[in-house]
């Protein structure tokens, strides 16, 4: 049985895939196409993308912007890595294809309600 755009969210961890440095991006972008979305962990991301000063994450998602993937970043308290992050989340709250949220079932439901 084909499965259900619905059933087709998926992790770093199904892809065999980390977002240690700047190097694993295109690594990731290529292998989400396909997949209704992704769910990004904060766990899942190395240092130089929670530091919003080396400007890594940004591009990340712009990467995600350009080429229509919807990403949820789960980070439960945005504020653990700086007021700067925690505004980031804020400014996403309802973005179309790039939103924080709060655990992995919020994540996965608002993946699932994607177009």
């Known amino acids: ?12 961890p199904d892809l065999g895939l980390t977002l240690q440095a700047a190097a694993d991006t295109p690594d990731v972008v290529g292998a989400i196409f396909g ?5 990004l962990h ?5 240092a130089d993308f929670l530091n919003l000063r080396t400007g890594l994450l940004g591009e990340l998602f712009q990467k995600f912007v350009n080429y229509r993937l ?5 980070v439960p308290d945005p504020a653990r890595y700086g007021e700067r992050f925690a505004e980031l989340a804020r400014e996403h709250a309802r973005h179309s294809l790039i939103r924080f ?3 992995e079932a919020a994540g996965r439901a608002w993946l699932r309600g994607q177009p």
Do not use: F, N, Y
């Open 70 to 74: 919807p990403v949820a970043v789960v």
């Open 101 to 103: 949220v709060p655990d």
């Open 1 to 12: 049985m084909e499965p259900q755009p619905s059933d087709k969210v998926t992790t770093l």
């Open 42 to 46: 904060d766990t899942d991301l190395g």
């Open 35 to 39: 997949h209704t979305g992704l769910l």
